[in-house]
């Protein structure tokens, strides 16, 4: 096997990667329907999903730690081509020992994982406070404005179609707009200040940013709702 079909079956398994994190997506919504229908945070259909969840960013984690031991791997084999019989040995031997060391704990602090749980406390809450029925109708038109507001990137000024959450300042944008600054900055050696105006956060990064699966909900609905009207 060539050095270059290796990459190109690097590159396929990225892309079920891909594919892997929207079926974790699609799980999270499935399990916000249940959250908003019943109101029960202990619901076994959400612990099921949750479940799944942790299934998929361990497999997850795993093609992460296969990709770059082979990208390891072969660049050590392109200065010592003959190294190359040994590749999947090699590959075999490295992969093993260092899965084998990370622990699933860790996998509470995945992108997704963390995700998952934020959608179902906030559709919780959301549920709580429908039933409730105690709002005013000003505090319905402050949180209607306020809601409207965020939904605009402040990079795109344009609304959010995958709103990305900071852990740190709390502020929304949308994932493409973000992350492209965030390599721009990383190109310029230079750190990457939240964008919202008046924030003090002087270096978002990456790990710090989580998808708002509630956030796109509400952008979706109130697509909707407008092409209904």
């Given at each position: ?11 396929s398994l990225?892309?079920c ?13 499935v ?7 019943q109101?029960?945070e ?20 795993e093609?992460?730690?296969?990709v ?18 040994s ?15 990370l ?43 306020q809601?409207?507001?965020n ?10 179609v ?22 721009t ?6 750190k ?7 924030c003090g ?18 952008i979706?609905?109130?697509k ?6």
């Amino acid at each position: 096997m060539s050095l270059s079909a290796v990459h190109g079956t690097l590159s396929s398994l990225k892309s079920c990667q891909a594919d892997l994190g929207t079926g974790m997506d699609i799980v999270t919504d499935v399990a916000m329907d249940l959250a908003e229908a019943q109101d029960e945070e202990m619901n076994p259909g959400i612990k099921e999903m949750e479940a799944m969840i942790l299934e998929c960013a361990k497999l997850d984690r795993e093609i992460n730690y296969f990709v770059g031991v082979v990208q390891k791997v072969t660049e050590d084999t392109a200065q010592q081509p003959e190294a190359m019989f040994s590749l999947s040995a090699k590959v075999k031997e490295q992969f093993t020992e260092g899965i084998a060391r990370l622990s699933d704990a860790d996998l509470q602090n995945h992108q997704k994982v963390v995700a998952f749980k934020e959608s179902i406390k906030s559709a919780l809450n959301q549920a709580n406070q429908e039933s409730a029925q105690n709002t005013e109708e000003l505090d319905e038109d402050i949180a209607v404005t306020q809601s409207q507001v965020n939904y605009i990137c402040p990079l795109t000024q344009e609304e959010m179609v995958n709103p990305m959450k900071n852990k740190k300042c709390n502020h929304h944008y949308d994932e493409g707009a973000i992350l492209g600054l965030i390599k721009t900055k990383q190109s310029q050696k230079k750190k990457c200040r939240c964008p919202v105006v008046g924030c003090g956060n002087t270096d978002v990064k990456q790990s710090d940013l989580i998808p708002d699966q509630m956030l796109r909900r509400k952008i979706q609905s109130q697509k909707r709702n407008s092409n209904r009207t």
